[in-house]
């Protein structure tokens, strides 16, 4: 029998990793791990997992990352962080890494078959 799993975090949703490793904007939702079976290491592929808008030293990027390891990041952001989360957000860098998610998932699916 399938077990559902609901997300804990939504779509614009402020999430901190729990090792530090990035806080971010959860952009999309998987309810279970997609990708190739030997990425996911010791973290069950059985439970939500989420495309983030991440901040790093030089920008943004995209991370995929497991419920398991993200938690809260409200509370985590500095000012400057809050300013780069908020909605107002350069839409131009969202696209792009929105862009650049997408076409890294179309060509996993090729390569897949």
Do not use: K, W
Request: with cysteine.
């Amino acid at each position: 029998m399938n077990q559902i799993h609901t997300a804990r975090f939504a779509i614009g949703h402020i999430v901190r990793h729990r090792d530090d490793a990035f806080r971010g904007v959860v952009m999309d939702v998987d309810p279970a791990y997609h990708g190739p079976a030997s990425d996911t290491g010791a973290v069950s592929p059985d439970q939500p997992f989420y495309r983030i808008f991440a901040l790093g030293e030089d920008g943004g990027f995209v991370a995929y990352a497991a419920e398991s390891v993200l938690e809260d990041g409200r509370s985590a952001l500095l000012t400057d962080e809050v300013r780069r989360c908020s909605p107002s957000m350069d839409r131009a860098i969202m696209r792009r890494s929105m862009r650049a998610s997408t076409e890294e998932a179309m060509e996993r699916a090729r390569a897949e078959g």
